[in-house]
């Protein structure tokens, strides 16, 4: 019996060690290779190195957006075994607020249980402190450095340059995983949105030897990421600062434009915000402040906002009757204070109670006489008129290089039409109310600037740019091409020097009855200035009672008070466009605003620079005892401006 035990039991010895051997063969000798490689795997890990975003500058070099060293916290889900219990005893180490928390679930259900996950943006030096002496209690939670996005003027260009935040389960579904590993941050509005491919950059990998705990113990391999490229804005930082501070807190919008190129070289929405916010993830109080602000600092007013243009379109007005061959520069209506439609009872007022006079093109222009447009706009004709607005970007998207730009409305049938499937008759009072930039008008800041910017340089067309040039780390800028995109949209050039004549008229005329007689907005400047003020009504009026009854107030609560203006007159290099969503005036309200930006690009060039030619002669007849010719426009100084209303045509 012993034996026979003795015999089973060292049977059974054997019996192990062949197993054991077999084990060892089949894992030492048959699969040596796949095993070899899976321990190496264990012990390296890849990991993405993500890019360093681009910078972006003004035209002179002024950091807009830099990237800054941080740290945060980030979690490996995997490696949390009770996800709710590491959260609660990590928060009484590092202070974990309630939108941290909500952010980090948010993403933690749209990543894979291997992927770190953000946890606490931008730690604090104690922060760091208090973690590392606690990181043995949690697994799977480290301190990584990174690079933040920082925009060191903050409101200034928040419209503009825009911001980046994380990337969220949208943007995963249309990212290339690829190129995106690593990187937590995407350009969300303005240039970081419509630039993002130029700033992201491409990311680099690192090959890490890591211990049982996962930690790095060295780099055993490193290929670099390739940065995103700096971007140089047409803006010019001090002119961008002037225009917002001449507003002192008035809700509205400026644009400047270089006729010559088209490149922006400011633009303004008032009020602003402050983009940091967002970088890092927005708190819900902060959010609810932005979104609940009566006056929305998140609305670009500049790019979004439309309003009704007013007298700004006068001048394109008068120079579609010269184009067009309805009118010449000396053909004249009377202004009687109403006009009538032939057949019609109903009357479309002046501004001035008992009318401007005998008023040809000069005089429509510089006294913003209703008349002349309301006749001028029936003798072309809606079609004519919608034809010709249309070619200089009225109605469309000008093309800027910014997203989400709105396309304003331009009269016409086929627009009534399509909103207003119950009346698609047009009818002759809304060609007339058409003419003086009312109805069913509406523009943007940026779209008259780009209208100005084109008629300013004799009609050749640029798309509006903001972006100048791109740099690769370490390399000079090289421009960005933007010809122009068509050949001039003006036919005859006495046409262009006839408008531009009546644009000078507004602010040098000394007759009382321009806009820009009290304004004295080309005083103490040393280029000739053209320009046009605009009065738009937000309601119809419901009396017979005229704007001088109204108090300013009164009538800066139903107004949207324009300015558009270009210098030097005789060669244009700035073209500038105000809106103010409440002024009584365009010329006293709007006025002052663009003419602060103008002193602010002269101060950028260097001060007074002889202009390239001087002004011709001008020969043109006198409308009328009262109406100002060219030779009243002073040629030296100018009297000081004052402060009381210029006033401005609206019916």
């Known amino acids: 019996m012993f034996r026979r035990r003795a015999f089973a039991g060292f049977a059974l010895i054997l ?3 062949g197993v054991l051997v077999g084990r060892y063969v ?29 910078l972006i500058y003004d035209r002179n ?7 800054v060293p941080a740290f945060r916290l980030e979690v490996v889900p995997e490696q949390v075994h009770n996800m709710n219990q590491m959260l609660a005893d990590l928060g009484k180490v590092i ?47 480290d301190v990584v450095p990174y690079l933040t996005r920082q925009y060191p003027l903050g409101p200034l260009f928040a419209h503009v340059v825009g911001y980046v935040s994380r990337i969220d389960a ?9 190129r995106y590993k690593g990187t937590t941050h995407i350009g969300r509005t303005g240039v970081e949105r419509s630039y993002e491919d130029v700033l992201h950059g491409t990311p680099g990998y690192e090959l890490d030897e890591v211990n049982a705990d996962g930690r790095i113990q060295r780099v055993l391999k490193t290929d670099p990421p390739v940065p995103g490229k700096n971007l140089y804005l047409s803006i010019d930082a001090r002119i961008q600062k002037a225009a917002q501070d001449a507003f002192d807190g008035r809700p509205g919008a400026a644009v400047a434009i270089d006729p010559r190129n088209g490149q922006v ?12 916010l967002f970088v890092n993830g927005i708190s819900s109080a902060d959010y609810k402040a932005l979104i609940n602000a009566p006056d929305k600092p998140l609305f670009s007013r500049a790019l979004k906002a439309a ?7 006068k001048p394109f007005m008068g120079l579609a009757g010269l184009e067009y061959g309805v009118r010449t520069p000396q053909d004249s209506v009377l202004s009687t204070g109403v006009f009538y439609i032939p057949g019609q009872s109903r009357g479309y007022r002046d501004d001035q109670r008992y009318g401007a006079g005998t008023t040809n093109l000069y005089k429509a222009i510089y006294a913003s006489v209703n008349t002349y447009f309301y006749k001028l706009a029936l003798d072309l004709g809606i079609d004519r008129i919608s034809e010709f607005m249309g070619s200089y970007g009225f109605g469309r998207p000008t093309g800027i290089d910014l997203p989400n730009e709105a396309s304003g409305v331009l009269p016409s049938r086929e627009w009534k039409a399509k909103h207003s499937p119950k009346e698609r008759t047009w009818y002759p009072g809304e060609t007339v109310i058409t003419g003086i930039g009312q109805g069913y008008w509406s523009v943007t800041a940026l779209q008259l600037a780009h209208a100005l910017a084109t008629f300013a340089g004799r009609g050749v067309p640029y798309a509006p740019r903001v972006v100048m040039s791109t740099a690769d780390v370490g390399k000079p800028p090289a421009p960005l091409p933007n010809p122009p995109t068509g050949p001039s949209l003006i036919k005859n050039m006495k046409d262009w020097e006839a408008v531009n004549e009546g644009m000078q008229l507004v602010i040098y005329s000394n007759d009382p009855q321009s806009t820009g007689f009290r304004a004295k907005l080309g005083e103490g400047f040393p280029y000739r200035i053209a320009g046009k003020s605009g009065t738009a009504e937000r309601f119809s009026r419901k009396s017979n009672a005229y704007n001088e009854d109204k108090n300013t107030a009164y009538l800066a609560a139903r107004h949207r008070a324009w300015f558009e203006v270009f210098t030097p007159a005789e060669n244009p290099r700035i073209a500038v466009t105000v809106v103010l969503e409440a002024g009584a005036w365009g010329a006293e309200d709007a006025g002052p605003i663009a003419r602060k930006i103008l002193d602010a690009w002269l101060a950028t060039q260097g001060g007074a620079v002889p202009p390239d030619k001087p002004l011709p002669e001008s020969g043109v007849a006198a409308a009328s005892s009262a109406a100002s010719t060219p030779e009243d426009i002073p040629q030296g100084d100018l009297p000081a401006p004052d402060s009381s ?7």
């Open 645 to 651: 209303s210029a006033g401005d045509n609206t019916p």
């Open 61 to 67: 070099g002024v950091l807009l957006a830099d990237n």
């Open 95 to 141: 202070p974990l607020d309630q939108d941290d928390l909500d952010a980090f679930r948010k993403q933690l259900r749209q990543s894979r249980r291997f992927d770190s996950v953000p946890l606490k943006m931008r730690l604090t030096e104690d922060d760091i402190a208090r973690f590392a002496v606690n990181r043995w209690r949690f697994p799977g939670v």
């Open 26 to 54: 089949f894992l030492q000798v048959l699969h040596h290779d796949e095993f070899a490689l899976r321990s190496v795997n264990n012990s390296v890990k890849p990991r993405a190195i993500p890019p360093a975003r681009g």
């Open 15 to 17: 019996l192990g060690l």
């Open 307 to 313: 309003y009704p243009p007013g007298s700004t379109v």
């Open 170 to 178: 949208d943007d995963l579904q249309n990212l290339d995983p690829d």
């Open 265 to 276: 070289l400011a633009m303004v929405s008032v009020p602003s915000f402050d983009p940091n």
